[in-house]
């Protein structure tokens, strides 16, 4: 079966000069979910910038959902079916409610009111968020604001999900639920992290990027 997502030879260095891919081979398989580990300011999140088309490679080609992508046209149906979840939910929200948040994704797509307010309400359901829903997003506490971010982009209903950080500012039993979640999920997924604990509880698959290249760990 083809890869959801496929990276050869990937090269990218911002404008500064700062050469931060030197040449990335990676495949996403269905099934997969993938831990993508590293130190800091290795580009692990540049990594997924790139795989939605918010950056552009010097060389080398990305595959995604049996295609080629290389012009900004190529990424518009690649961010609705590989859903990116910022490390910054400050990055990903922008309406004034959790649950005006939540729809705008779907109505942007075409959805009927209807079926969004059956998306809006199962997905808050899905991340155990019914609470939230009419509340102001910028008020929320950083750990809400990452969830109902990742919330944004579940019901999108994306394919693959690129998470990143997912952990950050969670409590202990918040981080036991997106655990059993993600484990649950359907979706390929790659995840940013340096919790290994976490990691270790939901990656099928880890991979390091040191250098400027992806290397696959031992299982
Ligand atoms: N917009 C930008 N312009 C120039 N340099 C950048 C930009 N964004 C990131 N960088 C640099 O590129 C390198 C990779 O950054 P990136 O955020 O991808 O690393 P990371 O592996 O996700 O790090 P962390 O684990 O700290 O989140 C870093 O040296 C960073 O300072």
């Known amino acids: 079966m083809a890869s ?7 090269h990218f260095s911002y404008a500064s000069g ?9 495949e996403l398989n269905a099934g997969d979910r993938v831990a993508l580990t590293g130190s ?26 049996g295609a080629v992508r290389q012009q900004e046209k190529d990424f518009r149906d690649v961010r609705v079916r590989a859903g990116l979840v910022f490390q910054d939910p400050d990055d990903q929200l922008f309406c004034p409610t959790v649950a005006e948040d939540l729809a705008f994704g779907p109505l942007n797509l075409g959805k009927s009111a209807e079926e969004v307010g059956e998306i809006v309400r199962r997905t808050l359901e899905l991340l155990r968020l019914e609470h939230l829903a009419d509340r102001i997003t910028h008020k929320l506490s950083g750990g809400q604001k ?8 579940m019901a ?16 202990r ?36 990027l040191s250098d400027g290249v992806l290397m696959e760990q031992a299982a």
């Open 40 to 65: 800091n300011g290795a580009g692990k999140s540049t990594l997924l910038r790139l795989i939605n088309g918010l950056e552009t490679p010097d060389s080398g080609e990305i595959h995604a959902f």
């Open 18 to 26: 700062l050469d931060v891919l030197k040449g990335v081979n990676f």
């Open 4 to 10: 959801l997502i496929s990276l050869r030879g990937l």
């Open 146 to 153: 990452r969830l109902v971010a990742l919330a944004t982009v």
């Open 156 to 171: 999108l209903e994306p394919e693959v999900l690129l998470l990143d950080e997912p952990t950050n500012d969670l409590d």
């Open 173 to 208: 039993d918040t981080k036991q639920h997106l655990i059993s979640l993600l484990t649950e999920l359907p979706q390929a997924m790659i995840i940013v992290s340096h919790n290994h604990h976490f990691l270790n509880r939901v990656a099928t698959r880890q991979v390091e």
